[in-house]
């Protein structure tokens, strides 16, 4: 029933901004924690970013610093915050959000991705 869509990716030069959005729809139970993914050609999924309902966010160790997740107001839309992008940035975003279901368990869903090019 949740689907998640994310926006906001596309082509931008090394050094740029780039945000992109994730919204959440069709949920029925809070959701307590919202992710973001990406995968390059060639490599493994990786987590780039997450956020709990709390606000409590970590980051992977290649994007500490240049990179924020927020989640106003605990909604169920996640932001990433891309600064100073670098080429290795490059990679299909996909955002994921986890909720629990009483009496059933952990559920969760993902986006179908957005591509980020970071290039000259």
């Known amino acids: 029933q949740v689907q998640l869509v994310e926006s906001g990716g596309g082509l931008v030069q090394p050094g740029g901004s780039q945000r992109l959005s994730c919204a959440a729809s069709?949920?029925?139970?809070?959701?307590?924690?919202m992710c973001w993914y990406r995968q390059a050609p060639g490599k493994q999924r990786e987590l780039v970013a997450e956020?709990?309902?709390?606000?409590?966010?970590t980051y992977a160790d290649s994007v500490k610093g240049r990179f924020t997740i927020s989640r106003p107001n605990s909604k169920d839309t996640v932001y990433l915050q891309m600064n100073s992008l670098k080429p290795e940035d490059t990679a299909v975003y996909y955002c994921?959000?986890?909720?629990?279901?009483?009496?059933?368990?952990?559920?969760?869903?993902w986006g179908q991705g957005t591509q980020v090019t970071v290039s000259s």
């Open positions: 069709g949920t029925i139970f809070s959701i307590y924690i």
């Open positions: 994921y959000a986890e909720w629990i279901v009483l009496g059933i368990g952990k559920m969760d869903a």
């Open positions: 956020i709990t309902k709390g606000g409590t966010a």
